[in-house]
């Protein structure tokens, strides 16, 4: 959990804005995956508690496609 306390007051600056054409898009998305992520229950077994914050944390770091891959693998 270490790595998140870099996150703490950067979460509305660029990494983010970047992920998305505009803000609505870029929450839209995290909820997405986030609901997602609950429902299958993925959530309990491979996630921390905060959901939403690891959300927002892995589409800084890895970028929303990537994540999107990562969460939604297997689902057609």
Not at 14 to 22: H, M, P, V, Y
Not at 44 to 50: S, Y
Request: with cysteine.
């Amino acid at each position: 959990m270490l790595r998140n306390l870099k996150y703490n007051e950067c979460l509305t600056n660029e990494l983010l804005g970047k992920q998305a054409k505009n803000q609505f898009d870029l929450v839209s998305h995290a909820i997405k995956m986030a609901e997602y992520l609950v429902k299958s229950g993925k959530a309990a077994v491979d996630w921390p508690d905060n959901i939403a914050f690891e959300v927002l944390c892995r589409m800084a770091d890895e970028g929303t496609e990537k994540l999107e891959h990562e969460v939604f693998k297997g689902e057609e």
